[in-house]
């Protein structure tokens, strides 16, 4: 059975919630817009006679009277003050509120000074270093943070320029972050009555966190830490078909064999250098050729009907034209009208079955200058320090996720300081614990999968058989004692075992149960098999990301950790207003949807001005020039983005280049963009022979956004990281001490690493558990462990 989507008018979520936004750009403009979509007032600060550089943002380039489209999309709902923080009315409204969100607007004295004068209000700071560290003051875009956080590394084939995610993917994730983190403090205020933290998040952390797929881990656990990580391009994945493109993903063994059964190839089943992963990147063109000679003969909507009925993951590649038309967005009603005249997806959760309310305008510069200010809140004498709670101390999870989505949204919990509870079973343990780093015939081989450890660190683990009476006995036992409880199994896993919203309120009124299935709880794909890579294709991600003349490429895995920093958002959301009302309530957030928001920008251009966006290697539509260009040494790549013409002409004297090229034409960054291929043969000849590191220094300290190319097992190597204490060093009963990522985000009230804890080995709190929490005698232990409910060695090896 699924929840039904709900009649009832739509209810904020955040009582009494004051923001004041001095953000601009994607990632606080993101922030905010979450921040709206629950339920926050939230006043924008616009300074200058134009205000946020945003309004006038179009992908084409185009300029007119009107705000743009992304601007109406990220800034729905909010009202807009124009000023500074030196306007004694922006001021008023800042001894009004709760949170400030701030993107390099405000110095670090300003951020002091608002401390000082407001201890009471929680402060939130997103630049893309942080605000400490040796890096704090160097110029950067979404593109050379990628390039220092290991995204262009990893995508793309051996032979090529490494590849971008396109759609400035990063920036959003970043906001994704800032708006789980905001919350998190929003519930922390709540709990203490007050509030007081200055949470200073890095975009390049963020980045970090979820587009390297936790190689630093891998790579430690491997016996081999920093190895260069080879570029690979995932075989079956985008493939060309009758009248389009359609997205595979075999994460599976048994998905690989349907695959090949599917496309009439059975007799590759008994080769190993197709079966094999890793060897099938030897023989891609080959593979390739056989994979599009039975595609190509089909259409897409044929291929999807075939591969969905064998339970293989499979969607067509989403379009700026296609994807508002997508039959599943259709049944759901994903996509509605913003008032402006163009579409967008909603908000992506459910609250109660409940649809979000229509989409509010966006607000024209200036439109609330004569708005009274609220009412200023009663500040505490001092801010948070070392002696107060974490945000989310006291607050128990019960977490049944598995893989990368559910487990990156408990672990932001857990960092946020949350008790997580994470429940597996020797039938059914997490599946990524089997992507190990050490063979089957090792001990405790399962306990050593990179992103297993990356990804579940501060949890405490048990085991329970949940297709056994008593194991569901126990389970209700826990949810009783706990305050959310979260799960990402497929739609029908939880009813099989009768874990239905009424028997978990039954057991637990106050209880917020969030599901995260792939593709929600009702629609024609419901019960469709999916992972980060079909979100990809589905929503348009996968069409913005690729090189200029080649097939659309999927993004290797950050929708899973953008699915849950929506999932956190959600939980955190629902956990307010489930405290307000007095009772629990039932938050479904589809992966898919989380990923239509942060590919909504495609979207809202197409239908706003008619443009069809599309992938554009690793150029940007802000940016003359844009790309990775060669150096001196065996793979070294260095990555530029210049966003203006002071950055250009400074460019053009660090590399010497040539006169031809930097008078008329090329004095502009419209100019430049249509003198691209020629720019980019005059870097690609002037880096060649040129020192990586020392060509990117000399750029930043012209102010020119620039970066290695860093390979994502070395994130971790540089001292902007280490200085704000990124990686975290734990100690593992089998493992041994390793270092993971750890939050994006310092809190100025303490200095205490995110996770003291490593990922718990299968079963490894099963007696402290059990025990306190749901009960259970010794007595009692022991017979379920003979019984097999409970257990610390998956039963199937």
């Known amino acids: 059975m699924h929840q039904p989507q709900s009649r009832q008018p739509a209810q904020p979520l955040l009582e009494d919630f004051r923001v004041v936004d001095f953000t601009t750009g994607i990632a606080g403009g993101y922030c905010t817009k979450m921040l709206v979509d629950a339920g926050a007032d939230v006043v924008k600060i616009e300074a200058g006679p134009d205000g946020d550089p945003l309004r006038r943002w179009r992908l084409d380039g185009e300029t007119g009277a009107d705000d743009g489209a992304l601007f109406g999309y990220l800034a729905a709902g909010k009202r807009s003050v124009r000023g500074t923080l030196r306007d004694e009315h922006v001021r008023a409204f800042v001894a009004g509120a709760d949170l400030v969100v701030e993107s390099g607007a405000l110095t670090t004295e300003d951020v002091v000074g608002l ?98 797929l936790y190689h630093p881990v891998t790579a430690t656990l491997s016996g081999a830490p920093g190895r260069r990580t080879p570029r690979t391009v995932e075989i079956p994945s985008v493939e060309r078909c009758l009248d389009g ?90 996509f509605v009208d913003h008032p402006a005249g163009f579409v967008q997806p909603r908000r992506p959760y459910l609250v109660d079955g409940v649809p979000p309310a229509p989409v509010r305008p966006a607000p024209v510069l200036g439109a609330d200058d ?113 305050d959310v409880v ?38 024609p794909w419901r019960d469709r098999t999916g992972f980060a890579q079909t979100m990809e294709q589905a929503t348009g991600l996968s069409w913005m990301t690729g090189y200029r003349d080649g097939s659309p490429m999927v993004l290797k895995g950050p929708c899973d950790p953008v699915a849950g920093l929506h999932a956190v958002v959600a939980t955190l959301s629902a956990l307010e207003y489930a405290r307000t009302r007095g009772r629990g309530c039932f938050v479904e957030v589809p992966m898919v949807e989380s990923a239509l928001g942060v590919a909504a920008e495609m979207v809202v251009e197409h239908s706003a001005y008619g443009t069809s966006p599309a992938r554009d290697g690793n150029r940007g539509p802000g940016a003359a020039p844009q790309g990775v260009y060669r150096c001196a040494g065996a793979d070294d790549w260095l990555a530029v983005s210049v966003t203006d013409d002071a950055q250009w002409s400074a460019l053009a004297t660090v590399l010497e280049l040539p006169e031809s090229v930097r008078g008329s034409g090329f004095d502009t ?32 300290a012209r102010g020119v956004p620039a970066a290695r190319v860093v390979d994502p097992s070395r994130i971790l190597d540089n001292p902007q990281v280490r200085g704000r204490g990124f990686p975290v060093k734990l100690d593992h009963p089998v493992l041994g001490a390793f270092e993971i990522p750890g939050l994006p985000v310092v809190f100025a009230s303490h200095a205490r690493a995110a996770f003291e804890t490593a990922a718990p080995t299968l079963g490894q709190h099963n007696t402290e558990v059990l025990t306190d929490l749901a009960g259970v005698s010794p007595q009692r232990l022991a017979q379920l462990a003979a019984d097999g409910v409970i257990g610390d060695r998956p039963l199937h090896l």
């Not at 349907?258 to 080959?286: G, N, P, T």
């Not at 079973?425 to 297993?452: C, H, I, K, L, N």
Request: glycine share 10%; proline share 6%; with cysteine.
């Open 370 to 482: 004569d708005a009274r200010p609220w009412t200023p809140r009663e500040q505490p004498s001092r801010v948070l320090d070392d002696t107060d709670a974490a945000p989310l101390a006291g607050v128990r999870v019960l977490d049944l996720t598995a893989f990368w989505a559910g487990p990156a949204a408990t672990q932001l919990l857990a960092g946020l300081g949350a008790d997580v509870v994470k429940v597996e079973s020797v039938q059914r343990p997490d599946g990524m614990r089997f992507t190990s780093t050490r063979a089957p015939d090792e001990p405790s081989w399962w306990e050593a999968g990179g992103v297993y450890q990356g990804a579940n660190a501060g949890k405490r683990g048990v085991t329970l058989d949940l297709s056994r009476p008593e194991g569901v006995e126990i389970l209700l036992e826990l949810v009783r004692r706990s």
């Open 245 to 334: 493109y359609v997205g595979f993903c075999t994460i599976t063994a048994q998905m690989f064999q349907d695959f090949l059964i599917m496309i009439d190839r059975a007799e590759l089943l008994a080769d190993d250098s197709i079966v094999d992963v890793r060897r099938r990147q030897e023989r891609y063109d080959e593979f390739r050729s056989m994979i599009e000679s039975w595609t190509s003969t089909m259409p897409v909507e044929a291929i999807d009907e075939i591969a969905s009925a064998m339970r293989i993951p499979v969607s067509p590649i989403g379009t700026p034209e296609s994807v508002t038309e997508n039959p599943h967005f259709v049944d759901r009603g994903v």
């Open 115 to 212: 401390r000082a004068a407001f201890p009471g209000v929680d402060i939130l700071s997103i630049t893309p270093f942080g605000r400490t560290g040796p890096w704090a003051h160097l110029p950067a875009t979404d593109f050379t943070l990628q390039a220092l956080a290991g995204s262009l590394a990893i995508r793309g084939p051996e032979g090529r320029q490494p590849l971008q995610a396109g759609g400035r993917l990063g920036e959003w994730i970043a906001g994704s972050f800032a708006a789980a983190t905001a919350l998190g403090l929003r519930v922390g205020a709540t709990t203490r009555g007050r509030g007081g933290e200055w949470a200073d998040l890095s975009m390049l952390e963020s980045m970090g966190v979820a587009m390297a």
């Open 669 to 700: 960054v419209g100019g430049r963009r249509r003198r691209h291929d020629r720019l980019d043969e005059l870097l690609t000849e002037c880096c060649a022979d040129r020192d990586v590191d020392d060509l990117a220094a000399a750029l930043l």
């Open 486 to 523: 979260i799960e990402n199994f497929s739609p029908r896993v939880l009813d099989n075992f009768g874990l239905t919203w009424d028997r978990i309120r039954e057991a637990n009124p106050a209880a917020v149960f969030v599901r995260m299935p792939a593709f929600g709880l009702s629609g």
